[in-house]
């Protein structure tokens, strides 16, 4: 599997046209002391309204500043529409071209072409200037911002594990006192030279922009995690961002629910007779209570997973990586069936679900439609036609058995809103956009499963079955089991070769928070498979074999 690039942010150097005065040293916070949670206290587990937030300690605006980037291509590269190699290109630009910077992400910029094209491409390809042919710094290493400044001073930001950002500064001369801005920034009030002002783009485990002038240094915060600082003394801070678990609630017998602040991507595994829930360098925040039946425990920093041997590497799951420490909850596991879902801005849910069909809610996405034809068979058949009609087999079995069963599509036609694809500047932006669409409608569904249905395409002699399933699904596990299971039902209806259930971070499957799997039940571009899958003993073959697979799943927990 390609691994995007991890955060990378800009930095633009810029003179002041008017300093402002200086801040004044406060007193410094001392080591390991919590400073807050971007302005709003952290709710005790029960409360039900929402804590009034505090005023701001600094007016943050003065500090903010929007830098006006230049970009051009060092070499001859190719852009994508999104950030990351996996997704689907765009167009190719020559070394030199001018593209317009729209924003930052994950080590990519996001662009306007010249033809006004969007899309968006990988900085290690880029020439930044700040518009008036200073060149601008760019941390290129893994998720890091950096940047030197006068008299020895030095700012770097750097992930440090899932979800935690680490600010370390350096050369101080003055005091530093750590104070919040608001509800979604935090302030170190220092003394820094006059008339500067610097600004990076960070957007990355809840670090959202990062500006520095005279008066201090800004922390723009998303999503209201925690900030810890560790550091505070000798021309020396150090101040990292967590997310932070805000409560903890069993459910009777139907569940726990989960609230927390900041990026928080937990990793849930079953051990025997019990369900282990990593939360990679989460705080608990006060006040939060464990019911009975559950235990917490801090985690301190803990090695990198090793990886696995090539050779086995494909459907392995690695264990939860918390190389900054966070916690650990430990929950008893269900007789049944269970998954984790989003059920709202810093909130989700332990589901358990009963050993069946009944009652689940099941997403049939029939892939492609519309332009969008898909792998179009010797015969003439297009794979658009073939996912449709499997889908509409599969329908009624599921309903059959108690299910209730969402469809993205019904006709020959894109999932997108026409409104919404008329924003798209290329085809394959509409494509993109038109992915995402079909994991939202399954997410806002609150969907128990996930089944995206393909066949592919290939050169002269490539066949046969293969099903898919994404490690960076927030259900990998469980995705894991059903694709293995779909593989063997569908290799028993179809009898078609055999190749396999591999890992791999498709949009669909790796955006749905469901257990989630993209089936290829044989190869279009082969004409003895594309005339099964085109024939209705074929069609319904393969419905019955993903039926199967879906219902035991549910009950062989």
């Not at 935090?186 to 922009?209: E, F, H, K, N, Y």
């Not at 594309?530 to 209705?536: R, W």
Request: with cysteine.
């Amino acid at each position: 599997m390609r691994r995007l690039a991890v955060a990378l942010t800009t930095l633009v150097l810029m003179t002041a046209c008017a300093p402002a005065p200086s801040a004044a040293p406060g007193k410094a916070n001392g080591p390991g002391e919590v400073a807050g949670t971007g302005g709003e206290p952290v709710a005790e587990a029960g409360e039900t309204g929402a804590v009034p937030a505090a005023p701001p300690a600094v007016d943050p605006a003065p500090m903010r500043v929007t830098p006006q980037l230049k970009v051009r291509t060092l070499r001859a590269t190719r852009l994508y529409t999104g950030p990351g190699t996996f997704y689907l290109l765009v167009t190719e630009l020559p070394g030199g071209a001018a593209v317009e910077c729209l924003g930052n992400q994950n080590g990519w910029l996001k662009v306007r072409t010249a033809e006004g094209e969007n899309a968006w491409l990988a900085v290690a390809d880029a020439e930044l200037t700040d518009g008036r042919g200073q060149e601008v710094t760019y941390g290129v290493r893994s998720g890091r911002w950096q940047v030197s400044l006068a008299a020895g001073l030095a700012v770097e930001v750097m992930r440090v594990g899932t979800g935690v950002m680490r600010m370390t500064v350096t050369g101080l001369t003055g005091a530093a006192e750590v104070l919040p801005a608001g509800e979604s920034a935090v302030a170190i009030q220092t003394s820094l030279p006059a008339g500067l002002q610097v600004a990076g783009d960070i957007g990355d485990s809840g670090v959202g922009r990062v500006s520095i002038s005279e008066r201090g240094i800004l922390l723009d915060l998303e999503g209201g995690p925690q900030y810890l600082v560790t550091e505070n003394q000798g021309g020396r801070l150090v101040l990292e961002v967590r997310p932070g678990l805000v409560a903890v609630a069993a459910v009777g017998s139907d569940g726990w629910h989960f609230t927390y602040r900041g990026d928080l991507r937990p990793v849930l595994r079953q051990n025997g007779s019990e369900l282990v829930l990593d939360l990679p360098g989460a705080l608990r925040g006060p006040g939060v209570v464990i019911p009975p039946g559950a235990s917490l425990q801090d985690v301190g920093p803990e090695p990198a997973a090793q990886s696995p041997a090539p050779s086995s590497a494909a459907n392995l799951l690695a264990p939860a990586r918390m190389p900054a420490g966070g916690l650990r909850l430990r929950l008893p596991a269900p007789q049944g069936p269970y998954a984790l879902r989003k059920s709202g801005a810093g909130r989700f849910e332990l589901r358990f679900l009963s050993p069946s069909l009944s009652g689940k809610t099941v997403v049939i996405d029939p892939g492609h439609g519309g332009e969008e034809t898909g792998a179009v068979g010797p015969g003439g058949h297009a794979e658009k036609q073939i996912n449709l009609a499997v889908g509409l087999r599969l329908k009624p079995l599921l309903e059959a058995a108690g299910a209730q069963v969402l469809m993205t599509r019904t006709t020959d036609a894109r999932v997108l809103a026409p409104e919404r694809a008329a924003e798209a500047t290329s085809s394959a932006e509409r494509t993109q956009l038109d992915l995402a669409a079909r994991s939202a409608m399954s997410n806002a569904a609150g969907a128990d499963l996930y089944v995206s249905i393909h066949a592919n395409g290939g050169p002269p002699g490539d066949g046969g079955t293969e099903v898919y399933w994404a490690n960076s699904n927030l259900n990998a596990p469980l995705s894991l089991r059903l694709a293995e299971l779909a593989q063997a039902e569908l290799l028993g209806a179809l009898g078609l070769a055999d190749r396999g259930f591999k890992q791999r971070p498709f949009n669909v499957i790796r955006m749905s928070e469901a257990p989630a799997m993209l089936v290829e039940m044989g190869f279009m571009t082969d004409p003895g498979e594309e005339a099964l899958l085109a024939s209705d003993a074929g069609q319904q073959a393969a419905a019955e074999a993903i039926f199967r697979s879906i219902d035991r799943y549910f009950q062989e927990f």
